[in-house]
């Protein structure tokens, strides 16, 4: 009985001591709603690039996000008054590896383009690419970068 007893004291004893403090319940942000098939764009929001998820249709196949970016915001996205510099009609035409991450060959002059832009497709290419990769822009004869996107992955 003895025997049992201790066993048990060393049982309650592990248990409480195992350092686990109560805490208050912590709250997260609300569950993603929607499909899970989305694109990641970079849209504008007071002149500032913010990441914005844009579900897509599943039976659609994607196009590339550039692609969705250059076509502006849709409906609900200009309801929370983001908007756009990349000129409409703007596309990939090709991406390569390069030494220092991926070459984006665009269908529009970069040497044109505005430096939010350039900032909004830099982070969506970015972003589509895996999310570490320093990326040129070339279209027209003109080159940007290598390019790093301002903001976090």
Do not use: H
Not at 2 to 16: D, T
Not at 128 to 145: D, F, H, P, Y
Request: with cysteine; net charge neutral.
């Amino acid at each position: 009985m003895r025997k049992n007893w201790l066993s048990a004291l060393l049982i309650v004893s592990v248990v409480a001591g195992c350092g686990v403090r109560p805490s208050a319940v912590i709250s997260g942000a609300p569950a993603p709603a929607g499909p899970a098939n989305g694109a990641v764009l970079y849209f504008l929001s007071g002149g500032q690039p913010v990441r914005v998820l844009r579900p897509l249709a599943q039976e659609l196949p994607p196009a590339s996000p550039v692609d969705l970016l250059a076509a502006g915001p849709d409906e609900s996205e200009r309801e929370r008054d983001y908007t756009t510099e990349v000129p409409p009609g703007t596309a990939v035409l090709d991406q390569t590896p390069a030494p220092n991450g991926v070459t984006v060959t665009l269908s529009v002059g970069v040497a044109g383009l505005s430096a939010r832009a350039v900032d909004q497709i830099v982070c969506t290419a970015r972003d589509s690419l895996g999310g570490s990769a320093q990326i040129t822009l070339r279209g027209e004869g003109s080159v940007r970068g290598p390019l790093s996107c301002p903001l976090p992955g």
